[in-house]
């Protein structure tokens, strides 16, 4: 199993950003995805969950914020980044999983600056 993220970048405080993880190797429709994020010198935290259904779970930081989707035709799930603050900076990691299984992709870079 392989997940490639991508989409991240340099932006300003207020603007918008869109990440994607493309999966391959496995059912993907049938894992839950996840969005976990890493800032300097911080733990890895949790950011956003979308079930196999399509149900979606946010933390409370980027709730109303952040969207997360899911296009299982293309083996992808997105995040969709709006009103990015500095505190959202870090290296955002999207997660497969369906027990026992784990899979974490390798991390896209997201910086915001003031």
């Known amino acids: 199993v392989q997940l490639q993220a991508s989409g991240g970048g340099l932006v300003q405080a207020g603007e918008s950003l869109r990440l994607s993880c493309a999966a391959s190797g496995s059912r993907f429709s049938i894992h839950t995805m996840g969005w976990y994020r890493q800032a300097p010198g911080k733990q890895r935290e949790w950011v956003a969950t979308i079930t196999p259904g399509g149900s979606t779970d946010y933390a409370d930081s980027v709730k109303g914020r952040f969207t997360i989707s899911r296009d299982n035709a293309k083996n992808t799930v997105y995040l969709h980044m709006n009103k990015l603050k500095p505190d959202d900076t870090g290296i955002y990691y999207c997660?497969?999983?369906?027990?026992?299984?784990?899979?974490w992709g390798q991390g896209t870079q997201v910086t915001v600056s003031s």
């Open positions: 997660r497969m999983t369906l027990s026992p299984a784990d899979y």
